[in-house]
T-cell receptor
Framework: DAGVIQSPRHEVTEMGQEVTLRCKPI?????LFWYRQTMMRGLELLIY????????DSGMPEDRFSAKMPNASFSTLKIQPSEPRDSAVYFC?????????????FGPGTRLTVL | AQSVTQLDSHVSVSEGTPVLLRCNYS??????LFWYVQHPNKGLQLLLK??????LVKGINGFEAEFKKSETSFHLTKPSAHMSDAAEYFC???????????FGSGTQLTVLP
């Protein structure tokens, strides 16, 4: 398996623009997680899905952020409109089940810069 | 509720000397504990995992960690540091009831030649 795949790896955009980050989890994994990593706040869980259903989105910063998982092999995280404070590395991770004693496998991340 | 505290934000060792990265946790339930490593510009990779079996857990690249319930600790060790060990290390706690992992703030390990 190729592991968790994220695209793009780098994104530079201007304030106010829409940004869409993409993730393909490991085949057979039923849970998918979106994280944001910054120097100031470290690694934060934004949202996670179990069997394509959003379970906990309490980490989503505000209404500008939205996430979808239309099928078991694809998820998107959208920011509209983007702001400079959204600049961060966004990680997608997947695991077999949504149980916190299960290992999560991380993608390489998307480095987002909002000018 | 669960939480994890990494006691050192930065650790610096010389190549060939032992590594100790400290982690304390808090959990209302029987915890699962993990150490992840993140090399520059890379995603997180699992080093090792404790889930109520043997208290001494061996991981990849010569790392190991010991679960000490009485001290609520899960410190990461390696007998001899290698230059390639330079990275950021995250201690993570989870439990079946919590449904999600809680990450520590990370420890940046520097290995000096």
């Amino acid at each position: 398996d190729a592991g968790v795949i994220q695209s793009p790896r780098h994104e530079v955009t201007e304030m106010g623009q829409e940004v869409t980050l993409r993730c393909k989890p490991i085949s057979g994994h039923n849970s998918l997680f979106w994280y944001r990593q910054t120097m100031m706040r470290g690694l934060e869980l934004l949202i996670y899905f179990n069997n394509n259903v959003p379970i906990d989105d309490s980490g989503m910063p505000e209404d500008r952020f939205s996430a979808k998982m239309p099928n078991a092999s694809f998820s998107t995280l959208k920011i509209q409109p983007s702001e400079p404070r959204d600049s961060a590395v966004y990680f997608c991770a997947s695991s077999l089940v949504a149980s916190a004693d299960n290992e999560q496998f991380f993608g390489p991340g998307t480095r987002l810069t909002v000018l | 509720a669960q939480s994890v505290t990494q006691l050192d934000s930065h650790v610096s060792v010389s190549e060939g000397t032992p590594v100790l990265l400290r982690c304390n946790y808090s959990s209302s339930y029987s915890p699962s504990l993990f150490w992840y490593v993140q090399h520059p510009n890379k995603g997180l990779q699992l080093l090792l995992k404790y889930t109520s079996a043997a208290t001494l857990v061996k991981g990849i690249n010569g790392f190991e960690a010991e679960f000490k319930k009485s001290e609520t600790s899960f410190h990461l060790t390696k007998p001899s540091a290698h230059m390639s060990d330079a990275a950021e290390y995250f201690c993570v706690v989870g439990s079946r009831s919590a449904r999600q992992l809680t990450f520590g703030s990370g420890t940046q390990l520097t290995v000096l030649p």
